[in-house]
């Protein structure tokens, strides 16, 4: 980020980053909101909301360190951010989270807040539909394809699938939160996978 702004543009980019911090966190209250409507657990809202804002900060502290023309964020920087606020939260869970980027890449900070929202969810059931397992493991694998990505998510429990597809309100959430970020839901060929495609931009 360029430290030797005039004071117009500098007041110009605090303008821009108010304006982005104020939409994600419209957008994050909107999704809290209709998780109330459709009854979902107190606990699993708290446990969204929380990882959210702590990832919404991160979002913020790599949008102002970022060295990239557009200001652009790198995935790798985000994911490595994004574990760590889950291993923050999830300290008492025996959860090992891990995360692989092929090749590193760089997203908009919306596209980046959109991606952090469709990850927090799907962490969200699979912590909160365990399988009896002495320690869990959940994966995220990000990789650039041409002008798309695919997120490829898995737990070594019994997956998030069946969790999803029982349930008419966790199945809009979940396609809610695919929508806004202009992805598709793509055949994983394992129970315990969802892989998510959506578009660079």
């Known amino acids: 980020m360029e430290s030797n702004l005039n004071p117009d543009e500098k007041r110009k980019v605090l303008q821009e980053y ?48 970022t060295e990239h023309a557009e200001n652009l964020i790198s995935a790798e920087g985000f994911f490595r951010e994004f574990i760590k606020v889950l291993e923050d939260y999830y300290i008492k869970s025996n ?23 469709i990850s927090n969810e799907m962490v969200n059931l699979s912590l909160n539909h365990p399988k009896d ?23 070594n429990g019994l997956g998030i699938n069946e969790k999803i597809s029982e349930s008419d309100m966790k199945k809009v959430i979940f396609e809610q939160l695919i929508k806004q970020m202009d992805g598709t839901l793509e ?9 998510i495609k959506f578009d660079l931009n």
């Not at 990000?142 to 798309?148: A, D, F, H, P, V």
């Not at 055949?187 to 892989?195: C, K, M, N, R, T």
Request: charged letters at 25%; a negative charge.
């Open 95 to 117: 959860t090992l989270f891990s995360f692989e980027i092929e090749n590193d890449f760089h997203l908009n900070p919306k596209k980046m807040f959109h991606l952090m929202l």
């Open 18 to 65: 108010n304006h982005r911090l104020n939409n994600d966190l419209q957008v994050l209250m909107a999704f809290i909101k209709l998780q109330k409507r459709f009854g979902i657990a107190n606990d699993e809202i708290i446990n969204f909301s929380y990882v959210s804002i702590a990832s919404i900060s991160s979002i913020q502290n790599l949008m102002y360190k």
């Open 187 to 195: 055949e994983s060929g394992e129970d315990s996978a969802v892989s």
């Open 133 to 155: 397992i002495a320690e869990k493991k959940i994966s995220f694998n990000l990789k650039k394809i041409g002008e798309e990505c695919l997120l490829i998510y898995c737990d």
